[in-house]
C-alpha cells in the first residue's frame, strides 16, 4: 500500500518492508481458484470480487477511494479485501489497467495464520504498520487544532473588551453575554452571544475603529491572528458567521445614517 502525496522517509522504508508480509502470510496455502483477470474497472471493483475470498494482487495497480477522494494504491504483492466489512466506512477501489488477482479463501488464510505463532506475528506487524501509515497521513493532512492562547477572559459591566485606536492583535467570540460598540464615546450597535468582533482590523491593517464595552457580565473567547486567519481559511462556518455579523453593521450604520440625514433635513 502506498499514500499518495508526499510522504517522510520512514514511511518509504515502512512501506517496502510491509510489501514483503503478504507472500510471507500465504506461504504453504494453495489458492482457491484460478487467477481472476479484469480489464480496466471504473466502478467499484468489489462488485467483481466474490465474497469470502481475498486476493494477492499479481499485476496491475489498485486505487481506492474513499468518499470519491484518492486515498491510496494498492500494487503488486499487495492484499485486496482483507477488510472487507459493511460496517467500515465505505472504500471504493478501481483500477485504470488490466488485473489478475490471485483467490484465496479468506477463512482458510485465518486458519492457517491462526496455526502459526510467526505468522500471527507477521500480521500484527502488516495491520500495525497500515493503521501507522495512514495514522501519518492524518496528522499531516489534519489542519491544526485551533487553541485560543489567551483562552477565555470574564469581564465585569462597564469593563472595556477592546479600546478604539488599539493595535488589533487578536479576533473576539461573546460566549455569553452581550456588550455594546462605541465610536468617540458615542454607542454606535450592541454586540450579542457567539458574535464575532474586532476582526475588521485584521483585514484592514489599521487600528481599532471602535471600543467595545461589557453591557452584563461577559465571557469572551480570545483568538490570535494567525490563527484565526488559518480558521476562516478552513472553516467556512466561521466565515459564513464573520459575513453575517457584518452585514447586520452595515445594515444598523446605514439606517443610522439615513435617520441622521431625515433629521438634518426636517
Known amino acids: 500500500m502506498y499514500l499518495l502525496g508526499e510522504q517522510p522517509a520512514y ?4 512501506t517496502n518492508l ?5 507472500c510471507q502470510l500465504l506461504e504453504g496455502l494453495a489458492p482457491c481458484g484460478e487467477p481472476l483477470r479484469l480489464d480496466e474497472v471504473e466502478e467499484d471493483l468489489g462488485a467483481h470480487l466474490p465474497e469470502g475470498q481475498l486476493f494477492l494482487i499479481e499485476s ?3 486505487h481506492a477511494l474513499v468518499q470519491d477522494r484518492p486515498l491510496f494504491y494498492l500494487q ?3 492484499l485486496l479485501g482483507l477488510s472487507r466489512n459493511a460496517e467500515l466506512p465505505a472504500c471504493r477501489y478501481r483500477s485504470d489497467e488490466p488485473l489478475v488477482l490471485v483467490p484465496y479463501s479468506r477463512s482458510a488464510l485465518l486458519r492457517h495464520i491462526h496455526a502459526d505463532e510467526a505468522r500471527q506475528e507477521l500480521l500484527v506487524q502488516y495491520l500495525g504498520g497500515h493503521t501507522a501509515l495512514l495514522a501519518d497521513a492524518l496528522v499531516r ?3 491544526p487544532e485551533i487553541r485560543p492562547a ?4 470574564h469581564f465585569a459591566p462597564g469593563a472595556e473588551l477592546i479600546r478604539q485606536g488599539d493595535e488589533a492583535d487578536d479576533v473576539f467570540i461573546i460566549i455569553d453575554g452581550q456588550a455594546g460598540a462605541f465610536v468617540d464615546g458615542q454607542k454606535v450597535g450592541d454586540v450579542q452571544k457567539d458574535e464575532i468582533f474586532g476582526a475588521m482590523a485584521l483585514f484592514t491593517g489599521e487600528r481599532r ?4 464595552i461589557a453591557s452584563e457580565p461577559c465571557t469572551v473567547m480570545v483568538i490570535p491572528k494567525d490563527q484565526f486567519l488559518g480558521l476562516m481559511q478552513n472553516n467556512p462556518r466561521i466565515a459564513h458567521s464573520l459575513v453575517e455579523s457584518m452585514a447586520r453593521r452595515i445594515g444598523l450604520l446605514n439606517r443610522e445614517v439615513t435617520q441622521l440625514r ?3 433635513t426636517a
Open 11 to 14: 514511511a518509504d522504508q515502512l
Open 18 to 22: 510491509l510489501q514483503s508480509v503478504p
Open 60 to 62: 496491475g495497480l489498485v
Open 76 to 78: 503488486e504483492g499487495d
Open 141 to 143: 493532512l489534519k489542519q
Open 150 to 153: 489567551t483562552g477565555f477572559q
Open 209 to 212: 475603529s471602535a471600543s467595545v
Open 262 to 264: 431625515l433629521s438634518l
